[in-house]
């Protein structure tokens, strides 16, 4: 199994920036890719951003395409969301999640709270 932790979570004004980071441990062998969603009270997850290990592009929601940069570790163990210019529509918990044939894995959350 893999085990996920998030950290880096806090309040920011709108405008500013956050970076959000996940360590994982356990069989990270097992894992294609790594990725960032988040849920709002009252709303669905949704996906925020993700990459995978065997190359390409990273992908993003249209909601942060732009603002926010995922990037990871050469030993996979680690992933980061850059978060810029942040909005207030942006408050929500962020959780990380690992996958191999779907989002197999998921971390606690960390909250981002950007005020107005």
Do not use: H
Not at 92 to 115: I, L, N, P
């Amino acid at each position: 199994q893999v085990q996920l932790v998030e950290s880096g979570g806090g309040l920011v004004e709108a405008g500013g920036s956050l970076r959000l980071s996940c360590a994982a441990s356990g069989r990270t062998s097992s894992s294609q890719g790594m990725g960032w969603f988040r849920q709002a009270p009252g709303k669905e997850r949704e996906f925020v951003a993700a990459i995978s290990w065997s190359g390409g592009l990273p992908s993003y929601a249209a909601s942060v395409k732009g603002r926010f940069t995922i990037s990871g570790d050469n030993a996979r163990n680690t992933v980061y969301l850059q978060m810029n210019s942040l909005k207030p529509e942006d408050t929500a918990t962020y959780y990380c999640a690992a996958r191999r044939f779907t989002w197999d894995y998921w971390g606690q959350g960390t909250q981002v709270t950007v005020s107005s």
